[in-house]
């Protein structure tokens, strides 16, 4: 496959060897280029023979520069091709419970090697051929991170429902022997996956430290939307409770034998449990925090060292903030600390119950527009409201019903504020209207 270049950067090596937008892409040292990750590796080289098509004539261009140097070529997509999309049926697929009607690229199953390694996103391996391997190890693309659920290989069909998910475990202990650093995520059904085929998977993979650094165990997500789906049961205090004590019993022996835990719950166990999250030091490098394993941690460290250096005075101030059930806990802490330290804040803290996907789902990121609104309509508001970036989509700028942070603003009639939500100094930063 060729790709055709989109734009040269003005004054780059490759822009002075005469490439041009609409040149295509056909090989670089005699290896063709079918995506990013190849562009990316091949021009590493000092030394670069590449070879382009124009009007249908190929053309070479010889550039020397410096080792690992970018020579200043723009493609349409990261990919340059179609994005993989994944051939799985699982039973606990958040996708096939989305209520009908939403834009299209919401209901994309992404399952795509590339992607995982650009942005971190999670991938199954039932999408991975062999040649496919061989390429991660030969351009030792690391770290991976693989939605594994289960090591068990006939549960792991049956949980996927796709032949291959159980034979192509064995990529796992291909990439460790080669050294690929892997992020293993477990979505845990109860009385399915977890118990005794939990331990199973722990054992498995963390035989396979330190290439496997890290294991993140998160609760299904149940939405309302399950009519014909496999009938799984949430889970509750009891059996989150059990998650933990496991999980948490191989994280010391590991603690012990590694230095690190390496098996982590997601925060959602200890709010089903109505417990604290662990300590700062629990966490170690914090390598799942996208999965949601020590948000709530990370966030109340980052929060009490802004506020130890924060001023002593700060102007009066009115506002609110709409999280979910799953942050209300912590959010509401946090915001009692700042207004302990200045009278004059006044904030309200709202937890919004999920009526869009439904109550069983509790995460601040997946609350919509339409919640915002029906429920705050008559809410004391003040000045602002304070929203988790995680609301929106980062691309489109929207929350997952569409509505846009504009028109939740014009329902309400107060500015909307969406503050990152992993950012300690930046939530008190908007809490005080002052960079901190």
């Given at each position: 496959m060729s790709v055709v270049i989109e734009t040269v950067e003005h004054g780059s090596v490759a822009y002075k060897k005469g490439i041009?937008?609409?040149?295509?892409?056909?090989?670089?040292?005699?290896?063709?280029?079918?995506?990013?990750?190849?562009?990316?590796?091949?021009?590493?080289?000092?030394?670069?023979?590449?070879?382009?098509?124009?009007?249908?004539?190929?053309?070479?261009?010889h550039i020397k520069k410096p080792?690992?140097?970018?020579?200043?070529?723009?493609?349409?997509?990261?990919?340059?091709?179609?994005?993989?999309t994944c051939r799985n049926k699982c039973i606990f697929c958040f996708i096939d419970q989305m209520p009908p009607g939403m834009r299209k690229s919401l209901y994309v199953k992404d399952d795509d090697e590339r992607m995982s390694f650009l942005f971190g996103n999670y991938i199954t391996l039932t999408n991975l051929r062999e040649e496919d391997i061989q390429r991660i190890i030969k351009m030792h693309i690391s770290p991976i991170n693989?939605?594994?659920?289960?090591?068990?290989?006939?549960?792991?069909?049956?949980?996927?429902?796709?032949?291959?998910a159980g034979e192509c475990l064995r990529y796992i202990d291909m990439f460790a022997a080669a050294g690929i650093k892997m992020n293993?995520?477990?979505?845990?059904?109860?009385?399915?996956?977890?118990?005794?085929?939990?331990?199973?998977?722990?054992?498995?993979?963390?035989?396979?430290?330190?290439?496997?650094?890290?294991?993140?165990a998160v609760p299904v997500g149940l939405t309302a939307y399950r009519d014909g789906l496999e009938k799984i049961e949430p889970f509750n205090a009891d059996t989150a409770?059990?998650?933990?004590?496991?999980?948490?019993?191989?994280?010391?022996?590991?603690?012990?034998?590694?230095?690190?835990?390496?098996?982590?719950?997601?925060?959602?166990?200890?709010?089903?449990?109505?417990?604290?999250?662990?300590?700062?030091?629990?966490?170690?490098?914090?390598?799942?925090?996208?999965?949601?394993?020590g948000m709530c941690t990370l966030l109340r460290h980052d929060f009490s060292e802004a506020l130890s250096t924060a001023p002593k005075a700060v102007p009066d101030r009115k506002i609110s903030i709409a999280t979910g059930e799953a942050s209300y806990k912590i959010i509401k802490h946090l915001v009692d600390m700042a207004q302990d330290k200045w009278h004059n804040l006044e904030c309200r803290v709202y937890k919004i119950d999920n009526d869009f996907f439904g109550r069983s789902i509790s995460v601040t990121g997946l609350i919509c527009g339409q919640d915002l609104i029906k429920q705050l309509k008559d809410a004391e508001l003040g000045e602002c409201l304070l929203i988790s970036d995680s609301m929106l989509d980062s691309e489109n700028a929207r929350f997952l019903d569409d509505a846009t942070p504009p028109e939740v603003e014009s329902a309400l009639g107060v500015p909307v504020r969406a503050v990152p939500c992993n950012g300690g100094y930046e939530l008190l930063s908007a809490l005080i209207g002052e960079e901190i």
């Open positions: 041009r937008p609409g040149d295509v892409l056909k090989s670089i040292n005699g290896s063709g280029i079918n995506d990013v990750l190849d562009y990316q590796f091949y021009i590493t080289d000092e030394k670069l023979d590449i070879v382009i098509l124009r009007g249908g004539r190929e053309r070479r261009v080792e690992y140097e970018d020579i200043g070529l723009v493609f349409s997509t990261y990919l340059m091709d179609e994005q993989h693989i939605s594994v659920h289960t090591t068990n290989p006939e549960l792991r069909v049956r949980m996927m429902k796709n032949r291959f293993c995520q477990l979505v845990l059904c109860p009385g399915i996956n977890d118990g005794e085929e939990l331990r199973r998977t722990i054992e498995k993979l963390a035989s396979l430290y330190p290439e496997v650094q890290s294991i993140a409770k059990k998650v933990l004590d496991i999980i948490n019993g191989y994280g010391d022996r590991f603690e012990k034998e590694y230095g690190v835990r390496l098996v982590y719950p997601a925060d959602e166990f200890y709010v089903i449990c109505g417990l604290d999250t662990p300590a700062y030091e629990y966490y170690g490098d914090f390598l799942q925090l996208e999965n949601g394993v």
